[in-house]
């Protein structure tokens, strides 16, 4: 407990008040939030908002994919290949991401 030198006299007490003060406390805090949000909690996963998203999106993604293939028509009768790669590319992610949320919202469960 106690250490003698030659011009100090020192008790060695304080490193345990420090702890158990300061880290005890938050590792408890911190372990009933893990526990509150693990059971307790609220917040469940709703499938169905999540299945209606899916809907709404695939809509929004077959109305861009009719909007770029206009957009590609009419860049193919003015000749323009630039912008034909760009709605072809648009096409092609329109067309990922139908075959992406179609995969999802077809699932159950």
């Not at 005890?24 to 998203?53: C, G, N």
């Amino acid at each position: 407990f106690m250490t003698v030198n030659d011009h100090l006299l020192t008790l060695r007490t304080g490193y345990h008040t420090r702890r158990n003060t300061i880290v005890v406390p938050w590792m408890l805090m911190l372990t009933i939030l893990t526990l509150y949000f693990l059971y307790d909690s609220s917040h469940k996963y709703d499938f169905e908002s999540q299945k209606a998203r899916a809907e709404r999106m695939i809509e929004s993604y077959k109305e861009d994919k009719a909007r770029y293939i206009n957009r590609l028509s009419d860049a193919q009768k003015e000749g323009d290949k630039k912008k034909e790669d760009i709605y072809r590319r648009g096409i092609a992610l329109a067309d990922n991401s139908i075959k992406g949320f179609s995969i999802y919202f077809e699932q159950d469960g």
